[in-house]
Antibody
Framework: QVQLVGSGGGVVQPGRSLRLSCEASGFGFRNYAMHWVRQAPGKGLEWVAGLSYDGNHKYYADSVKGRFTISRDNSNDTLYLQIKSLRTEDTAVYYC?????????????WGQGTLVTVSS | QSALTQPPSASGSPGQSVTISCTGTSSNVGGYNYVSWYQHHPGKAPKLIIYEVSKRPSGVPDRFSGSKSGNAASLTVSGLHVEDEANYFCSSYAGTNTLVFGTGTKLTVV
């Protein structure tokens, strides 16, 4: 079955960088667009970034443009999110999610999330 | 990219029905039929329960139904079960390959 396993979260100081990973299994990873969605403590879900099936087209929420980079390795079925210049407001659970299609439509499967805490 | 608006909370007794609203704009909910709903139990992965406004994935009980009118979508849970107690989020395609999510509704089954 479809599985998405996120990793790479932790406690990080403001201004530092972090790379999150999401290992996919149980489906043809290279055929699907992928997304990162986050949930800050006590808040709703916020779409952060999306990536086409082939990695050639990247899309970002205005709130993270310039600091977040989404990428993928289709040979290793892994999605990444590089975060630079971390801010306290980046504290959240970060979910990777599969899109139903090869381009953006809606998320049909989600990982369990990885917690990023930005604190000095 | 403002979040879609949902009521913070909703409640019902077992066997009752409850409807959760999700209000957006013509740039998201009103402009596309890619409205989806998710059930989210704390600490777990969100689960897709409605996609493309009113379709249910395999395995989701038909007690869950979705609809849309103009810029607002709705999720109705009929015949509430105790295990339906969870957070529910709507989502919509918002153009230019972006998504927007709702503010979330905590459903309590009392």
């Amino acid at each position: 079955q479809v599985q998405l396993v996120g990793s790479g979260g932790g406690v990080v100081q403001p201004g530092r960088s972090l790379r999150l990973s999401c290992e996919a299994s149980g489906f043809g990873f290279r055929n699907y667009a992928m997304h990162w969605v986050r949930q800050a403590p006590g808040k709703g879900l916020e779409w952060v970034a999306g990536l086409s099936y082939d990695g050639n087209h990247k899309y970002y929420a205005d709130s993270v443009k310039g600091r977040f980079t989404i990428s993928r390795d289709n040979s290793n079925d892994t999605l990444y999110l590089q975060i630079k210049s971390l801010r306290t407001e980046d504290t959240a659970v970060y979910y990777c999610a599969r899109d139903r299609f090869d381009t953006t439509s809606y998320c049909d499967y989600w990982g369990q999330g990885t917690l990023v805490t930005v604190s000095s | 990219q403002s979040a879609l608006t949902q009521p913070p909370s909703a409640s019902g007794s077992p066997g009752q029905s409850v409807t959760i609203s999700c209000t957006g704009t013509s740039s998201n909910v009103g402009g596309y039929n890619y409205v989806s709903w998710y059930q989210h139990h704390p600490g777990k992965a969100p689960k897709l329960i409605i996609y493309e406004v009113s379709k249910r994935p395999s395995g989701v009980p038909d007690r869950f139904s979705g609809s849309k009118s103009g810029n607002a979508a709705s999720l109705t849970v009929s015949g509430l079960h105790v295990e339906d107690e969870a957070n529910y989020f709507c989502s919509s395609y918002a153009g230019t390959n972006t998504l927007v999510f709702g503010t979330g509704t905590k459903l309590t089954v009392v």
